[in-house]
């Protein structure tokens, strides 16, 4: 390997070291060759969860430099979930399901085992439970929270008490995909469709889906 690939190397597992979230970041400064297609089309970066709690989030970024090759970014990737993997004690808690540029746009795709696997890996704030099981997780809804279905509200106390009820806490600008239909969201959630929101990109802190 010549010094100036090692040093872009280096500098990859140095920006890699906060999961995904610094891959992100990655996305918008590098440039590198189709690795392989990804079998879902998706034009903005989405954390799709199914009814058992599995999660795949698409990474969808544009950028227009070229500091990096695909395999020394793949490498980096294989490593940083390796690592990870070796931690829990099990090899595919996340794994690395495809990666591709296609027309000055980066497409990644993840693939997690469970919401813990998700947080942990990315360092963010990230739920998905009933919601007794995100009270016990340190998870209170204070906030009114509005119906998908028509606009009506709820207070925090009413949320809270739908216990058996699914909920997703978030705390990023990013497209949720749900496979149930979602019943009640925080004022900071923009609602698309039944199955689609997205916590608005001018908004902190965590953002509450309540399932039906």
Same mark, same amino acid.
């Given at each position: 390997?010549?010094?100036?690939s090692?040093?872009?190397?280096?500098?990859?597992?140095?920006?890699?070291?906060?999961?995904?979230?610094?891959?992100?970041?990655?996305?918008?400064?590098?440039?590198?060759?189709?690795?392989?297609?990804t079998n879902?089309?998706?034009n =903005?970066?989405t954390? $799709?969860? /199914?009814?058992?709690?599995?999660?795949?989030?698409? *990474?969808? &970024?544009?950028?227009?430099? +070229? !500091?990096?090759?695909?395999?020394?970014?793949?490498?980096?990737?294989?490593?940083?979930?390796?690592?990870?993997?070796?931690?829990?004690?099990?090899?595919?808690?996340?794994?690395?399901?495809?990666?591709?540029?296609?027309?000055?746009?980066?497409?990644?795709?993840?693939?997690?085992?469970?919401? =813990?696997?998700?947080? $942990?890996? /990315?360092?963010?704030?990230?739920?998905?439970?009933? *919601?007794? &099981?995100?009270?016990?997780? +340190? !998870?209170?809804?204070?906030?009114?929270?509005?119906?998908?279905?028509?606009?009506?509200?709820?207070?925090?106390?009413?949320?809270?008490?739908?216990?058996?009820?699914?909920?997703?806490?978030?705390?990023?600008?990013?497209?949720?995909?749900?496979?149930?239909?979602?019943?009640?969201?925080?004022?900071?959630?923009?609602?698309?469709?039944?199955?689609?929101?997205?916590?608005?990109?001018?908004?902190?802190?965590?953002?509450?889906?309540?399932?039906?």
């Amino acid at each position: 390997m010549s010094t100036g690939s090692s040093y872009n190397s280096k500098m990859l597992k140095a920006n890699m070291a906060g999961g995904i979230s610094a891959l992100i970041l990655l996305l918008f400064s590098l440039s590198f060759l189709t690795a392989c297609s990804t079998n879902k089309d998706f034009n =903005e970066t989405t954390i $799709s969860i /199914n009814k058992k709690g599995n999660i795949e989030s698409y *990474i969808y &970024e544009s950028f227009d430099k +070229g !500091y990096y090759n695909v395999g020394e970014l793949q490498s980096v990737l294989d490593d940083e979930i390796a690592a990870y993997n070796e931690k829990t004690g099990e090899k595919d808690r996340v794994k690395l399901k495809s990666l591709s540029v296609e027309d000055q746009v980066a497409k990644a795709v993840f693939i997690y085992k469970s919401y =813990e696997d998700y947080s $942990s890996f /990315n360092n963010v704030d990230f739920f998905y439970g009933t *919601i007794e &099981e995100a009270k016990k997780a +340190g !998870y209170s809804i204070s906030a009114a929270m509005k119906s998908i279905e028509d606009g009506s509200s709820i207070s925090g106390e009413e949320a809270l008490a739908m216990t058996d009820k699914m909920v997703i806490v978030i705390s990023e600008p990013v497209l949720v995909e749900s496979s149930s239909d979602i019943g009640y969201v925080t004022a900071n959630v923009e609602n698309l469709d039944k199955r689609h929101v997205r916590m608005s990109s001018d908004s902190s802190g965590r953002a509450y889906i309540i399932l039906e």
